[in-house]
């Protein structure tokens, strides 16, 4: 799997657009993570704890952020966009406030129906369609109509071939 941003050069980088983009540079790093974007969680001098994520453009990212903030300033438990996508490099970074947490629900009968209620929620808090810009491309592992005769679309990135593990 390629990584989408290099380790070598991105600490100088991240630490130049924090500052420009959050008006505060990185004191800590609280996690790295990552497989479709590069994912660092970073303890801001000014206090604050982030999320920033690092990937490769695609004009979908500014309508799903769009679409977050707006599922966030109608109540929906998720974090709050704070910046971008803006570049980074060859790259686009977001940033959002960090949420701790997110521990996987024990095995429960309930599963079907508490997943049903966070749906339905989570349907009510979004914005009209008409209200945001266009969400295509899908990524890969979403786009059930893709032009491909085979099961799976090619991979957006990386050399994984879905294909070869059905």
């Not at 952020?65 to 109608?74: A, E």
């Not at 438990?77 to 980074?88: D, I, K, V």
Request: positive net charge; charged residues 25%.
């Amino acid at each position: 799997m390629r990584k989408t941003f290099d380790r070598e050069t991105w600490r100088p980088q991240l630490a130049a657009w924090c500052t420009r983009a959050l008006g505060s540079r990185p004191a800590k790093t609280l996690l790295e993570a990552g497989t479709q974007s590069t994912v660092i969680g970073l303890h801001l001098e000014d206090g604050r704890d982030v999320v920033v994520k690092v990937r490769p453009a695609e004009q979908r990212l500014n309508g799903c952020q769009r679409v977050q903030r707006h599922v966030h300033m109608h109540g929906f438990p998720c974090p709050e966009p704070l910046a971008g996508p803006t570049a980074l490099g060859r790259y686009v970074a977001t940033a959002e406030r960090y949420a701790p947490g997110g521990e996987q629900l024990p095995e429960s009968p309930d599963h079907t129906e508490r997943f049903a209620k966070a749906l339905a929620r989570l349907t009510r808090s979004m914005p009209p369609v008409t209200d945001i810009p266009a969400l295509d491309p899908p990524p890969a592992w979403a786009w059930w109509n893709h032009g491909s005769r085979r099961l799976w679309p090619p991979p957006s990135e990386g050399d994984v071939d879905l294909n070869a593990h059905t």
